[in-house]
T-cell receptor, first 113, second 111 residues
Framework: DQQVKQNSPSLSVQEGRISILNCDYT??????FLWYKKYPAEGPTFLIS?????DKNEDGRFTVFLNKSAKHLSLHIVPSQPGDSAVYFC????????????FGKGTRLHILP | DGGITQSPKYLFRKEGQNVTLSCEQN?????MYWYRQDPGQGLRLIYY???????QKGDIAEGYSVSREKKESFPLTVTSAQKNPTAFYLC??????????FGQGTRLTVV
């Protein structure tokens, strides 16, 4: 049973526009959420995270929004750039004392010229 | 430089053989993880360890074994009991309340 779900396998966005990647989770005990970016044959690199006590966290072009009542989070990238083309993984953790990190299946983002 | 090192980058194994993947970190992180990536499957957790001499099974632990004798090292053994071992294996580590850092991965192929 998937605890972290990314329902869109792929997404295409025009360069300069906003990219919105979505993630849903089922475990209400999760209290720390992360987004990673991954290129083929490489390890994922950390992008941005959010604690369950917040509803928004921003870092440059990347913003993560958390809706706890809907058990939903989203990653906004604006403006989208060609180098943003990659697979994006959503992940969730149970917080202090629970180091288990569960990942979604990923969304492949294509930035179109 | 601090980081996580996985070796080897590519590994070939004959059917029926055990093989051990190395993961070393010099970040002084307590927690370490092994994930497996297959096409369309995302990252699935095999084992994780929150402290030396302790580890827990993840979602797909069958056919794998680990040890955590030192804080810096978390080797993964893929045993002959693992039915489909061909995959991309990723190791990660983290401190409490922070993000996990990943190695560059090992691609294991059964020949």
């Amino acid at each position: 049973d998937q605890q972290v779900k990314q329902n869109s396998p792929s997404l295409s966005v025009q360069e300069g526009r906003i990219s919105i990647l979505n993630c849903d989770y089922t475990n209400s005990m999760f209290d720390y959420f992360l987004w990673y970016k991954k290129y083929p044959a490489e390890g994922p690199t950390f992008l941005i995270s959010i604690s369950s006590i917040k509803d928004k966290n921003e870092d440059g072009r990347f913003t993560v929004f958390l809706n706890k009542s809907a058990k939903h989070l989203s990653l906004h990238i604006v403006p989208s750039q060609p180098g943003d083309s990659a697979v994006y993984f959503c992940a969730a953790s149970g917080g202090p004392g629970d180091d288990k990190i569960i990942f979604g299946k990923g969304t492949r983002l294509h930035i179109l010229p | 430089d601090g980081g996580i090192t996985q070796s080897p980058k590519y590994l070939f194994r004959k059917e029926g053989q055990n093989v051990t993947l190395s993961c070393e970190q010099n970040l002084n992180h307590d927690a370490m993880y092994w994930y497996r990536q297959d096409p369309g499957q995302g990252l699935r957790l095999i084992y994780y360890s929150q402290i030396v001499n302790d580890f827990q099974k993840g979602d797909i632990a069958e056919g794998y074994s680990v040890s955590r004798e030192k804080k810096e090292s978390f080797p993964l053994t893929v045993t002959s009991a693992q039915k489909n071992p061909t995959a991309f294996y990723l190791c990660a580590s983290k401190r409490d309340l922070t993000e996990a850092f990943f190695g560059q991965g090992t691609r294991l192929t059964v020949v």
